[in-house]
């Protein structure tokens, strides 16, 4: 009797377990458009018909980027099953002998995330329910207020607040140089910058009138909007370590959320020099193609929060586990959030961002672009400066192959920076 319900039982078993069947990957497509600005998009297409979608964008070497795609990566993908989304992670990084770099890793990153897009289709689940499910109801952000003087940014930070936003990245003109890292200008938004730069444009740096500015600009800061609201600031890497200690310590009584990309980090060691002097938190890591950039940073807990993105630090994949490793030392993650990371990078953001225990907050500067949004169809919600994720299978975001094609590829740079003398400066 119970050998007939056992042998039963384990028959019905098997006829409820379903076998997964193969997705052979038939189409790797790769677009560069410029919706605003310049965009690197790869479509997978299965056998079946579903399609995922990555974004390669690498600001300044795009077509860099879609050559590594169109002829070394895509070639060895058609025939292979779509499902196996570790094995070819694994294949394109450890397969090769040439390992990381931000051409190869945006290349790998774009196509770990289409087929995150593929499996959740498949699966009929958003891909935060692959990743574990929520952590949170919702995602913070944190928006921009760039002003060409310090009244100028604190009014649109007040306009930010208005619109709900609870956390707020505050950049302003530096007085005496002729332009400065985050401001504007006369152009009305992000997307307009990168078309006026067919050639790298050169800018002037200097330390000195920097901090004249901007210790100024966050003493006004929480005199004029008080001090429920987080404020942050990106030195985008001018300073040396010692100088990123002293401005972590005048900031202090300022009470930054973080202070992001103080110096560069080549050298790891950079940050204790920081570290040992201040207790503005810190942030670093939108530049970086893998773990290993951040290791000792992290794991000496020399930074507070880890802002590497999907598109540049290997996908959804490689996301996940430095936001894991990241856990263990109290790092918490706060993705990178530019207008040169895609939509899809934004939605593959949101799904890390709703599953990570450690997720802190999403850098925004919001998608207005009318183009932009021809191209790119996406599916989130912001309100009270919060974004709320798609519950669509797989990203939730689409691609219009026809409107991306009307608006073809033109060359364009990030600037150069040099002191005042002329020498090379980190930009
Ligand atoms: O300069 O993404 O925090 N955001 C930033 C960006 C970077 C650009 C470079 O491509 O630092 O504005
Ligand atoms: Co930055």
Known sequence: MLSYLINRFS??????GVRVKMLKIEQVKVFVCNPGRNFVTVKIITEQGIYGIGDATLNGREMAVATMLEEHIAPCLIGRDAHNIEDIWQYLYKGVYWRKGPVNM????????????????????????????????AVNLYAHANGESISDTLDKAEALIKQGFKAIRLQAAIPGLAVTY?????????????GSRPLPPEETWSTKKYFAMVVELFKQARERLGDQIDFLHDVHSRLTPIESARLGKLLEPYDLFFLEDASIAENQDNYQV???????????????????????????????????????????TAMRRIADFANLFNVRTAPHGAPDLSPICFAAHMHLNISAPNFAIQEFVGFDNEQLNQVFKHNYTVESGMAFVSDAPGLGIDFDEDAAKALPYKRSYLPVSRLEDGTVWNW
């Open 182 to 194: 985050g401001v504007l200008g006369d152009k009305k938004d992000y997307f307009e910058l990168q």
């Open 274 to 316: 920081i570290r040992q002097h201040t207790t503005t938190p810190l942030a670093i890591g939108e530049t970086y193609n893998s773990i290993w950039e951040c290791k000792s940073l992290i794991q000496n807990q020399h930074i507070d929060f880890i802002r590497t993105a999907a598109t540049h630090a290997g996908g959804i």
């Open 106 to 137: 945006a290349a790998i990153a774009a196509i770990d995330m289409a087929l995150w897009d593929i499996k959740g289709k498949v699966a009929n689940l958003p891909v935060y329910q692959l990743l574990g499910g929520k952590s949170r109801h």
């Open 11 to 16: 028959k019905s078993f098997y006829q409820i």
